[in-house]
Nanobody
Framework: QVQLVESGGGLVQAGGSLRLSCAASGSIFRIVYMGWYRQAPGKQRELVAILNRFGTTNYTDSVKGRFTISRDNAKNTAYLQMNSLKPEDTAVYYC??????????WGQGTQVTVSS
């Protein structure tokens, strides 16, 4: 059984920074990729950033140059460094991982609120 535990959300003023963490635990022998999604009030859930096992990253256009996804393989942990935060970044952020035999796992979500 695999579990993803997220942390690092909170309230920050516009222009500030936060770093989200997503720790995968359990019976893990391979992580295919990890990524971050977000869902703002009244909006569809959208992909924010992904990082595959080869180190390739992809970001949605609205966060390019501001957000950075990374992973510590030894800790089975992914991070999302968020800089220059804007009010429109306010959302619940969810970690997603594809692990082992290509099974999908989701974190519980962490609230990020950016005030103007």
């Amino acid at each position: 059984q695999v579990q993803l535990v997220e942390s690092g959300g909170g309230l920050v003023q516009a222009g500030g920074s936060l770093r989200l963490s997503c720790a995968a635990s359990g019976s893990i022998f391979r992580i295919v990729y990890m990524g971050w999604y977000r869902q703002a009030p009244g909006k569809q859930r959208e992909l924010v950033a992904i990082l595959n096992r080869f180190g390739t990253t992809n970001y949605t256009d609205s966060v390019k140059g501001r957000f950075t996804i990374s992973r510590d393989n030894a800790k089975n942990t992914a991070y999302l460094q968020m800089n220059s935060l804007k009010p429109e970044d306010t959302a619940v952020y969810y970690c997603k991982a594809v692990i082992n035999l290509d099974r999908e796992y989701w974190g519980q979500g962490t609230q990020v609120t950016v005030s103007s």
